[in-house]
Every structure is written in structure tokens, then in C-alpha cells.
């Protein structure tokens, strides 16, 4: 069992003495081998959510766990990797080098090849190259293949291709569905395009801002594997709506209970 | 690899001639009187250097030493500081206070009293080079410490990174830009400050020289013990700038701000 099972975790800052709460009362599962998004206005605190599972922060109040297991735990024994928006390559690493380095953190011998998993996210013949050398979205290639070189249990992606181009984003998002069905691993997609998320989830969790609370959850019963041919079929824009009404709805509201109150 | 030599020679020689153009003036009006007595011909202290390097080598060796070491000692302290300061946050504010204090110090006025405590030998000209070159170790070692991306060290709590790992992989090589560019600042003052603490005594240095020299009044002696100090000062900085020139070739990153 390595889901993830998030049981009524609230989260609060201290920013400058005054408490700040990111996330409100958050219950929200992922099943083993299933891909979950989380999609919500800025500031909704999804980036938060993905860092707790990470073990990057502790919730102030609830529970987490990874495959049944505390997140500290689930980390220390390396079953979760992590890709952020930004790249985040060592510039003074090769490729290679960046790819290997959770091997060589953790001091294992991977059974991969960093050299297989560079192959895997399409970029041979580039194992000797340096990140300033790549395109974005090379780079963030070489980030999920480093992501993957333990081959977690968890993969957690925190808007991954968004400083990406649309058509860049697109074929990446094909490649991700790709690699994800070929490593198996439970992945988190944090996102902030309703397509993106209705095009890659089984599920999408949809969150509202002030504080972060998940207001409403959408099963993506399209078949896999996926292209960009479904995107264009009525089940695929329903979904898409369905996400989008519980997105601005909850915007709506909000909006007329600050007139209300103003 | 050709295009390459043509460029760097096409970028040296105007400096090259202006200097070469400047010397032939100076040699034209020493020779036509115009100059004071203070101002001897190039001509002369090229012979000065060719009748007594072997003197100026004598007095070098000792200089060298003294402001590497002051340069060692300045960088090993500014090291610790810096890595107090990063780690602990608090501490940040008085390191650098303690810094702009070391450099608002008038050396000049201080070493005649470190000599009541120290003597005049290589002990002051050591402490005299570190005192000179710390503040810009501090300032470079502190930015460096502080280079590391939030995402990178996000990255490596992700993957367990024990704190040597932390340490050795992600803040040394995030720093190395800023640290090059503080050494580089750092390495002629340190010769200054070996220099100051010469005037006030030693059997050895070029500091000394350049006095006696002054005393006996040997104008060309003086002039090739200051062209001997520049020199000093100018390999210092450019040792520093060839090993960052080559690190950040080998590395494909980009030079720290200054």
C-alpha cells in the first residue's frame, strides 16, 4: 500500500507573529498506482499541500501518510521524488550527474542507469551536457528523470511544465502519462490549467484559496492511454466544465460574500 | 582554436602600445629634464632591476609569505564567521558589524601599536595582511553561504541529504562564484597590508626595501620595489581570476556579481 492519505490536516504560517492559515481541514486520498490532481486558484496553498506530503513542512494539525507510513519515514527511505516548477539541475552537474544524484545521495547502486532513464524521458545522446546547454523543457525532462532514478513510490510534480510553452507543455504532459504508466508510481500533479488536469488524473481535487480547502472533487473517467484526440471528444469538455464550475463557483461566492460584508 | 589567438591578440595589442607609447614619453622627458628628481627614466629602473634582483628576490620571499599567509589565516576566519552567520541567523548582524569594524580600522595608525604586543617581525605583517583582506573574504563567503536556491535545498531534504552531503555537493559549489570574487578583491589588499606592516619593521620584505631604498634616496630602487609590490598585487588577483576563469569554463556557470 503506498497511497496517500491526507486525514483533516490543517496548516498555519507564522508570518511575523500573526498566524496564517494555508490550509484548512483537508481530507483527500490517493489510491496506489493513481494519478490525483490538484488544481485551485493561487494562493490556494496546493504547493503547501504537495510539500507536506513531502515532508518539507509538518501539518499543524491532521494526518499524512505515504503507503501507511508517516512522511518523515517515507522519505528517509527514499519512496518519494519531487519535481519542482523550476528545473532545479545543479548547473555544475552534467546531465548524467544531475540524474544520478539521488544514487548517489541515498548511496545506492540504482537498478536503473541514469543513462536508461535519460533514454526513457527522450534525451540520449545529451548525457554529457551541461543544464545551461538545454532548452526549459529539456531541463525539466532531466528533473523528472532525477525524480524517478530511485523509482519512488510517490511521485510529486509542483506545476511541473508551467513556465513551459502550450505546445511544449502538451507533448510533455503525453510523456509524462507515459513514463508514469511505465514506473507505476502513485503521482501528485499540482496545476493550475483545468485541461492539464482533466488530460492526466484520475482523479482531480479542486481547492479554494483563503484559507486552502478542497471544495470538490472530480472523477476523470476517461479511458488510458490518453491523447491529444480526446481532448477534443464532449466527455472531455463536460469534465472540464464540471472542474470549472466548482473552480469559479466557489470564486462567485466568495466574491458576494466580500460585497456582502463590504 | 586559431580565430581564438587572433582575437586575443587583436584585444591586447592597443593596451600594449598605449604602455609602450607612455614609457617612450617618460624616457623622452627624463632624458630632455623635464621631470623632477623623484621621476627616474624607465630606462633606469629596468637597469635597476637587472643590477639587483637577486636583493629584490631576497626581500620577496618573505613578502610572498606573509601575505599568503595573513591571506590563509584572514580566509580560514572569514570562513567560520560567515558560516556562523549563515547558519544561525541571528549572529548575521554583528558578524558584519564585526566586519565593517576590521575594515574601518586605520592599519596604518594600528600597527605601530600591534608592535608593542607582537614585535615587529612576521608575526605583524601577518596579522597586518589578514586585518587588510578580511572584509571583502567576509563579504564574498557570506553571499556564498547564502546562494544556496530554496528549490535546491528542498531537493535535498527530499532526498535525505545527510548534512555533510548538503555541505559538499549543493552549498561549497553554489558559493564558489562569490567566493572567487571576494579572493580576487582580497588578494591585493592583502599585499598592501604586508607592505604597511614592512614600513614599521622587519629584517626582510619588500616593505623595507622600498624604506631604505627611500632613505638613501635611490629613486630607481624605489620605483622597482613599488613596480615590484604592484606586480605582487596584480598576480594575486589574477592567480584568483584564472582559477574561477577556468572553474566556471569547466562548469558552464556564470561569474558572481561583484
Same mark, same amino acid.
Given at each position: 500500500?503506498?497511497g496517500?492519505?491526507?486525514?483533516?490536516?490543517? #496548516?498555519?504560517?507564522?508570518?511575523?507573529?500573526?498566524s496564517?492559515?494555508?490550509?484548512?481541514?483537508i481530507?483527500?486520498?490517493?489510491p496506489?498506482g +493513481?494519478?490525483?490532481?490538484?488544481i485551485?486558484?493561487?494562493g490556494?496553498?496546493?504547493?503547501?499541500?504537495l510539500r507536506?506530503?513531502?515532508?518539507?513542512?509538518?501539518?499543524?494539525?491532521g494526518?499524512?501518510a505515504?503507503?501507511? !507510513?508517516?512522511?518523515?519515514e517515507? !522519505?528517509?527511505s527514499?519512496e518519494?521524488?519531487?519535481?519542482?516548477?523550476?528545473?532545479?539541475?545543479?548547473p555544475?552537474?552534467?546531465?548524467?550527474?544531475?540524474?544520478?544524484?539521488?544514487?548517489?545521495?541515498?548511496?545506492?547502486?540504482?537498478?536503473? +542507469?541514469?543513462?536508461?532513464?535519460?533514454?526513457?524521458?527522450?534525451?540520449h545522446?545529451?548525457?554529457?551536457? /551541461?543544464?545551461?546547454?538545454l532548452?526549459?523543457?529539456m531541463q525539466?525532462?532531466?528533473?523528472?528523470?532525477r525524480a524517478?532514478?530511485l523509482e519512488? #513510490?510517490?511521485?510529486?510534480?509542483?506545476?511541473?511544465?508551467?513556465?513551459?510553452?502550450?505546445?511544449t507543455?502538451q507533448?510533455?504532459?503525453v510523456?509524462?502519462l507515459?513514463?508514469?504508466?511505465?514506473?507505476?508510481?502513485?503521482?501528485?500533479l499540482?496545476?493550475?490549467?483545468?485541461s492539464?488536469?482533466?488530460?492526466?488524473?484520475d !482523479?482531480?481535487?479542486?481547492?479554494?484559496?483563503?484559507?486552502?480547502?478542497?471544495?470538490?472533487?472530480v472523477?476523470?473517467?476517461?479511458?488510458?492511454p490518453?491523447?491529444?484526440?480526446?481532448?477534443k471528444?464532449?466527455r472531455?469538455n463536460?469534465l472540464?466544465?464540471?472542474v470549472?464550475?466548482?473552480?469559479?463557483?466557489?470564486?462567485?461566492?466568495?466574491?458576494? /460574500?466580500?460585497?456582502?460584508?463590504g | 582554436?586559431?580565430?581564438?589567438?587572433r582575437?586575443?591578440?587583436?584585444?591586447?595589442?592597443? %593596451?600594449?602600445?598605449?604602455?609602450?607609447?607612455?614609457?617612450?614619453? @617618460?624616457?623622452?622627458a627624463?632624458?630632455?629634464? =623635464?621631470? %623632477?628628481?623623484?621621476?627616474?627614466?624607465?630606462?633606469?629602473?629596468?637597469a635597476e632591476f637587472a643590477?639587483?634582483?637577486?636583493d629584490l628576490?631576497?626581500h620577496?620571499?618573505?613578502s *610572498?609569505?606573509?601575505?599568503? &599567509?595573513g591571506?590563509?589565516?584572514?580566509?580560514s576566519?572569514?570562513?567560520?564567521?560567515?558560516?556562523?552567520? $549563515?547558519a544561525?541567523r541571528?549572529a548575521?548582524? %554583528?558578524v558584519?558589524t564585526?566586519?565593517?569594524?576590521i575594515?574601518?580600522?586605520?592599519?596604518?595608525?594600528?600597527?605601530?601599536?600591534?608592535?608593542v604586543?607582537?614585535g615587529?617581525?612576521?608575526t605583524?605583517h601577518v596579522i597586518?595582511?589578514?586585518? $587588510?583582506c578580511?572584509?571583502p573574504?567576509l563579504?564574498?563567503?557570506s553571499?556564498g553561504f547564502r $546562494?544556496v536556491e530554496?528549490?535546491?535545498?528542498?531537493?535535498?531534504?527530499? @532526498?535525505?541529504?545527510?548534512?555533510?552531503?548538503?555541505l559538499?555537493?549543493l552549498?561549497?559549489?553554489?558559493?564558489?562564484?562569490y567566493l572567487?570574487?571576494?579572493?580576487?578583491?582580497a588578494?591585493p &589588499?592583502?599585499?598592501l597590508?604586508?607592505?604597511?606592516?614592512?614600513?614599521?619593521g622587519?629584517?626582510?620584505g *619588500?616593505?623595507?626595501?622600498m624604506?631604505y $631604498? =627611500?632613505f638613501?634616496?635611490?629613486v630607481?630602487? *624605489?620605483?622597482?620595489?613599488?613596480l615590484?609590490?604592484?606586480?605582487?598585487a596584480?598576480g594575486?588577483y589574477?592567480?584568483?581570476?584564472?582559477?574561477?576563469?577556468?572553474?566556471?569554463?569547466r562548469?558552464?556557470?556564470?561569474?558572481? %556579481?561583484t
Amino acid at each position: 500500500m503506498t497511497g496517500i492519505d491526507i486525514r483533516n490536516v490543517t #496548516k498555519r504560517f507564522d508570518l511575523d507573529g500573526r498566524s496564517l492559515t494555508a490550509l484548512e481541514g483537508i481530507d483527500l486520498s490517493v489510491p496506489e498506482g +493513481s494519478f490525483a490532481a490538484l488544481i485551485g486558484p493561487s494562493g490556494c496553498g496546493k504547493s503547501t499541500l504537495l510539500r507536506l506530503i513531502a515532508d518539507v513542512f509538518a501539518p499543524s494539525e491532521g494526518a499524512i501518510a505515504v503507503g501507511g !507510513r508517516p512522511p518523515r519515514e517515507a !522519505r528517509l527511505s527514499h519512496e518519494i521524488g519531487f519535481v519542482f516548477q523550476a528545473a532545479t539541475l545543479l548547473p555544475w552537474r552534467t546531465v548524467r550527474e544531475n540524474v544520478a544524484l539521488p544514487a548517489e545521495i541515498a548511496g545506492v547502486t540504482p537498478r536503473r +542507469s541514469a543513462e536508461a532513464l535519460i533514454d526513457l524521458v527522450g534525451l540520449h545522446g545529451f548525457e554529457n551536457a /551541461k543544464p545551461a546547454q538545454l532548452s526549459g523543457g529539456m531541463q525539466q525532462r532531466v528533473a523528472i528523470a532525477r525524480a524517478l532514478m530511485l523509482e519512488p #513510490k510517490v511521485l510529486l510534480m509542483d506545476e511541473p511544465f508551467g513556465a513551459l510553452d502550450e505546445i511544449t507543455r502538451q507533448r510533455m504532459n503525453v510523456e509524462l502519462l507515459r513514463i508514469w504508466r511505465e514506473s507505476g508510481t502513485t503521482a501528485v500533479l499540482v496545476t493550475h490549467t483545468i485541461s492539464e488536469a482533466v488530460f492526466m488524473a484520475d !482523479r482531480v481535487h479542486v481547492l479554494s484559496a483563503n484559507p486552502g480547502r478542497v471544495t470538490g472533487v472530480v472523477d476523470v473517467d476517461l479511458p488510458r492511454p490518453r491523447d491529444f484526440g480526446l481532448m477534443k471528444t464532449s466527455r472531455f469538455n463536460a469534465l472540464e466544465n464540471a472542474v470549472r464550475q466548482l473552480l469559479f463557483d466557489e470564486e462567485e461566492n466568495g466574491a458576494a /460574500k466580500a460585497r456582502a460584508h463590504g | 582554436m586559431a580565430e581564438a589567438r587572433r582575437s586575443w591578440i587583436a584585444e591586447a595589442w592597443p %593596451p600594449a602600445l598605449t604602455l609602450a607609447a607612455l614609457v617612450a614619453a @617618460l624616457e623622452a622627458a627624463v632624458a630632455a629634464g =623635464m621631470t %623632477p628628481v623623484t621621476i627616474p627614466a624607465p630606462s633606469a629602473v629596468a637597469a635597476e632591476f637587472a643590477d639587483s634582483w637577486g636583493d629584490l628576490l631576497y626581500h620577496l620571499g618573505p613578502s *610572498v609569505a606573509a601575505t599568503a &599567509l595573513g591571506f590563509l589565516i584572514s580566509a580560514s576566519l572569514a570562513a567560520l564567521l560567515a558560516g556562523i552567520g $549563515a547558519a544561525w541567523r541571528k549572529a548575521s548582524g %554583528p558578524v558584519m558589524t564585526f566586519g565593517i569594524l576590521i575594515d574601518s580600522t586605520p592599519l596604518i595608525a594600528v600597527a605601530p601599536i600591534l608592535i608593542v604586543f607582537v614585535g615587529g617581525g612576521m608575526t605583524l605583517h601577518v596579522i597586518v595582511a589578514a586585518t $587588510a583582506c578580511f572584509f571583502p573574504l567576509l563579504v564574498g563567503m557570506s553571499r556564498g553561504f547564502r $546562494a544556496v536556491e530554496r528549490n535546491a535545498d528542498e531537493l535535498f531534504h527530499v @532526498l535525505a541529504a545527510s548534512r555533510w552531503q548538503r555541505l559538499v555537493k549543493l552549498a561549497l559549489p553554489s558559493a564558489l562564484p562569490y567566493l572567487f570574487s571576494g579572493f580576487k578583491i582580497a588578494a591585493p &589588499l592583502a599585499v598592501l597590508g604586508t607592505l604597511i606592516a614592512e614600513w614599521m619593521g622587519a629584517e626582510r620584505g *619588500v616593505g623595507i626595501m622600498m624604506i631604505y $631604498a =627611500m632613505f638613501s634616496f635611490d629613486v630607481p630602487q *624605489v620605483w622597482m620595489t613599488i613596480l615590484a609590490v604592484c606586480l605582487m598585487a596584480i598576480g594575486g588577483y589574477g592567480l584568483f581570476a584564472l582559477i574561477e576563469r577556468a572553474y566556471l569554463r569547466r562548469t558552464g556557470m556564470e561569474a558572481a %556579481p561583484t
